[in-house]
């Protein structure tokens, strides 16, 4: 059935999400202890980015409405 499908891929996303948000928070340390903290403010940029755009995708994978015949 589509809607598991969605649903299987939301979580699958969210997985993704929460290591992404696991890197951000490693490359905050980074900043913070000064490790080549220009390098990690930028890597937290890019990851900021892409935590919104799974954050956005699960959400619509969520409250995809899809019948078996559109796909």
Sequence with gaps: MASDAFSDLAD???SI???VSQVIFD???AQLRGDNAEAAKE???SLAKVRRSLAK???LL???QFDDDSL
């Design 12 to 14: 699958q996303i969210a």
């Design 62 to 64: 969520r409250g995809a």
């Design 27 to 29: 490359a905050v340390r």
């Design 43 to 45: 890597q937290e940029r």
């Design 17 to 19: 999400n929460e290591q």
């Design 57 to 59: 995708a699960e959400q």
